[in-house]
């Protein structure tokens, strides 16, 4: 109990009575799941700014449940799979259950996100599965020649540069390509099939070809439990409860109060210039593998 709770437990009527309810933790999960955190006030979902959102909804005194409200088209597999496995660490320690809410979109490394919890909703309209694995690029080798400039790349490694977008493509490093995006597809399926069992329906070529299905296609399929927002789910399930939200650690921009203007600039991937290099460097850098 902290100490506003304590306090409030000193207190006569609904004050008081109030610090003694049940508790439902809430972290939101919004953005783009990578390991480099931005400065700027894009949300991104990566281990270092979850783990104290999540260590926060888990210790409370009085929790019956954590509800995860997902909101990201997916991003790096590791930062996936390392925040996935830490809520379940964490609702195996306290005995609890977790709740995930689908929000706008759950694909991708959004829906590993909402696997790690025991039920899952969505909203009729919210984007869920995406059960694939994506690489981009560009190839750049006529643009130099075009211009004369010549590419130098020194390697001690013969496959230290595989598939350098100033050099043209080779065959044996895209059957490379596809062998590491199989394997990763492999991991993200059976994650699906470990956490959603025989609840899912449907041909598994479809349920696991990538696509994206709308929450009420989603629940026919399986992907989901059921339809309904947060509030109410939660509300109907336990309504003398708490509903506690546990933040996530903010971009630094966000935190010194700029937040404002930098995401005017950085509204979406083709709004703005750092939407238009953030959307480059999550291809080029973040991650060469997205979910």
Known sequence: MNVAER?????????????????????????????????????TINTHAVE????????????????????SPGGAPTQSALIA????????????PVLAFCEDVAASGGYWLACAADEI????TSLVGSIGVVSAGFGLAGLLERFGVERRVHTAGEHKARLDPFQPEKPEDVAWLKAMQA??????VEWVRERRGGRLRGEEA?????????????LDLGLVDGLGTMRGVVGERWPDATV???????PLLARLGLGGAAARFGAGP??????????????????????
């Open 7 to 43: 306090l409030a437990s000193r207190l006569p009527g609904r004050l008081g009575e109030r610090a003694e309810r049940p508790v439902v933790a809430v972290v939101r999960l919004h953005g783009v799941i990578t390991p480099t955190p931005t400065p700027v006030a894009r949300a």
């Open 52 to 71: 104290t959102a999540l260590t926060r909804a888990f210790g409370h005194d009085r929790l019956v449940a954590v509800a995860l409200e997902v909101n």
């Open 85 to 96: 496995d830490r809520v379940r660490g964490l609702a195996a320690k306290k005995n609890v």
């Open 121 to 124: 909703y969505a909203h009729p």
């Open 183 to 188: 394997d990763l597809h492999a991991q993200f």
């Open 206 to 218: 479809d349920l696991f070809s990538g696509e994206v299905w709308t929450g009420a296609k989603a």
């Open 244 to 250: 506690a939200v546990a933040e996530p650690r903010r």
């Open 270 to 291: 083709a709004e703005g210039v750092l939407g238009a290099i953030e959307a480059l460097e999550h291809r080029a850098v973040w991650s060469r593998f997205g979910l």
